[in-house]
């Protein structure tokens, strides 16, 4: 089952008797986030555009109506009841797990407690280890939730295994509440039992592990081994046994007295990037629709800020409002319409920090006059920055991303996410095909290219006798995993003197290049905690090239960039000096633009 994400509750504590909980409609009907007010009146029907002075349309799209989900019945007593406690496999979880066991132990000595590992990475399911505890009638304990998506998945698979009839207590740190209980709500169980360790667990030592499972939920004042034990055994309240559906519709249109009251109503809601908006007027958003053909109310796509949350759908007409609010033309439209029809955001929720970057290519560049050249990666050209910003604020308002906290975990941000990075590629200076074509499109057919990473470090120059160790240098922060790329943003002098000088026929040659020469001791390779949560589970089921990088010898190199077709050359710039960066962005997509003309 997919699993949903879109919203904080208040914090009401998750360990308090389920008496005491508010009603059910009041944690599922109406979202709790800093834009909650402004929500609460829209619902309230304070902005009815009807009879109103001035009237925009929403830039809101769809979300889906909530299927609510009946919780496992309890046990009184965990006698005769195996205790499963289930490490999902990210930082000091195992650990933490070890000392519940043996606070349960000296509480409950009759209970059997068995600790495991999940298989997989932690948003992986384990159907086998599933069946197991099914078949033993047996409890479940699940740590840690410890970062935006591995908080979601320990809710997810004890959402799951509720719905098999398999009592959960689920452990996540102080530092995603608002997350998880989203994450529950959206997925139709609202009340799903949680219990908060303090943040961070990881680096912690055996006895801080033991005085936290000791000491206080910080939400709630209860004992975290209390809130475990009731979690596994306190009767169900009726709203935790409850089915049915909640919808949840959105306005077209809303009004009120003023322009500033709107301006106010969008800024406060969180409809914006913190900066004025055009507001999406009927006639503006009419305008907007003459740059394309396809129907207004034609559903385009689905998208979500990040895997574990849920899918909002959106038409035509509402891209288009949110293309005027970025002070978007008409014939910026096809560009846009193909960016939210990639389904992708700009705005992915990860608490290290993603950004996003979409290259155009072909005939389009020229006929909506986009920067290739100076400054092509800065503020200076309009149809880059509102094509950038459109796609920023479809992201948010159309994908139901974009509330810190709730839908946004980057822990520091990205300055980055402010307008996106949109440019064209500068073709006609490039000395290798564009790449559009790398991707299989013709020359004169107009794309984007979609991409997604953090951050870029710059080198001048390829100098004639050290170039290869500054090349490589200038890749060597860049973590080695699956989500992590390379992409190299080249002034067209640099791609000339690679190929001119250095030998470099194509983009290609390049890529292979730093994946044969970019490489990481083995010992350091496998000891990033990233590999260790993504790359080492692939590499135990067999997957290639994982595999064979752990048979290697421990004195070894490995390779830092593992398929060298991921990594990608865009040729930019005005050619007045011989700059580049090197990110560690990845590439997602190439779409094309003319099926939205």
């Not at 409850?242 to 106010?264: M, N």
């Not at 503006?284 to 849920?310: F, K, S």
């Not at 830092?560 to 580049?580: C, L």
Request: glycine share 8%; hydrophobic share 40%; with cysteine.
């Amino acid at each position: 089952m997919s699993t949903l994400l879109q919203t904080a509750s208040s914090p009401q504590p998750d360990a308090a008797p389920p008496a005491e909980l508010p009603p059910l409609v009041d944690a599922c009907a109406l979202e709790a986030y800093p834009g909650e007010t402004m929500e609460r009146r829209i619902a309230h029907g304070d902005f009815d555009a009807q009879g109103k002075a001035v009237q925009v349309l929403n830039p809101r799209g769809t979300p889906p109506a909530i299927t609510l989900r009946p919780m496992a019945p309890r046990p009184t007593s965990l006698d005769g009841r195996t205790v499963y406690l289930v490490d999902v496999r990210f930082m000091n979880g195992k650990s933490f797990l070890e000392e519940v066991q043996r606070e349960l132990a000296a509480r409950l000595p009759q209970v059997r407690t068995v600790v495991r590992q999940k298989r997989g990475g932690y948003t992986e399911d384990d159907p086998e280890l599933w069946r197991e505890i099914e078949a033993q009638a047996g409890v479940v304990v699940m740590a840690i939730g410890h970062c935006s998506t591995c908080a979601p998945a320990v809710a997810v698979h004890c959402m799951n295994l509720e719905e098999r009839g398999i009592p959960t207590a689920p452990l996540v740190t102080t530092a995603f509440p608002d997350l998880v209980r989203a994450v529950s709500r959206k997925a139709g169980m609202p009340r799903l039992r949680f219990t908060f360790v303090p943040h961070p667990v990881s680096g912690k030592t055996a006895p801080q592990l033991r005085d936290y499972v000791r000491g206080p939920d910080p939400l709630t004042g209860e004992t975290v081994i209390d809130g475990i034990l009731r979690a596994l055994t306190a009767a169900l309240a009726p709203e935790e046994s409850e089915q049915g559906q909640l919808q949840r519709p959105v306005p077209r249109l809303l009004g009120a007295a003023s322009e500033d009251d709107l301006h106010t109503l969008f800024r406060d809601a969180w409809w914006t990037d913190g900066l004025p908006v055009v507001l999406p007027t009927p006639e503006r958003v009419a305008a907007m629709l003459t740059g394309t053909r396809r129907a207004p109310d034609e559903v385009i796509g689905r998208m979500r800020p990040t895997q574990t949350q849920e899918d909002w759908s959106y038409t035509v007409e509402q891209v288009a409002v949110n293309a005027v609010m970025a002070g978007a033309q008409p014939e910026h439209l096809p560009v846009i319409l193909a960016l939210a029809a990639s389904q992708q955001t700009a705005l992915h929720s990860s608490t290290s920090n993603f950004a996003s970057m979409v290259v155009v290519n072909g005939p389009i560049r020229h006929e909506i006059r986009m920067n290739s050249g100076v400054g092509a990666l800065g503020p200076f050209n309009h149809a880059n920055a509102a094509i950038g910003r459109a796609w920023s604020l479809l992201s948010r308002n159309l994908g139901g991303g974009a509330i810190p906290g709730v839908t946004y975990l980057g822990t520091q941000g990205n300055p980055l996410n402010y307008n996106t990075i949109c440019f064209a590629e500068n073709e006609e200076r490039s000395p290798w095909e564009p790449f559009h074509v790398q991707k299989g499109f013709e020359r004169n057919q107009s794309t984007i290219s979609i991409f997604r990473g953090r951050t870029y470090s710059h080198m001048l120059e390829i100098r004639q006798k050290t170039w290869r160790q500054q090349l490589l240098n200038m890749v060597g922060g860049f973590t080695p995993v699956p989500g992590t790329g390379l992409t190299l943003l080249v002034e067209p002098l640099v791609a000339r003197a690679l190929k001119e000088r250095e030998g470099f026929a194509t983009k290609q040659q390049l890529a292979q290049w730093f994946h044969d020469n970019s490489t990481l001791p083995y010992e350091t390779y496998w000891d990033y905690q990233l590999v260790v949560n993504y790359i080492e589970p692939l590499a135990r089921k067999g997957a290639e090239p994982f595999a064979s990088y752990l048979a290697q010898p421990p004195d070894s190199q490995v390779p830092r960039f593992a398929d060298p077709e991921k990594i990608s050359t865009v040729v930019v710039g005005g050619e007045k000096n011989a700059y580049w960066f090197a990110s560690d962005f990845f590439h997602l997509t190439t779409l094309s633009v003319d099926d939205w003309r």
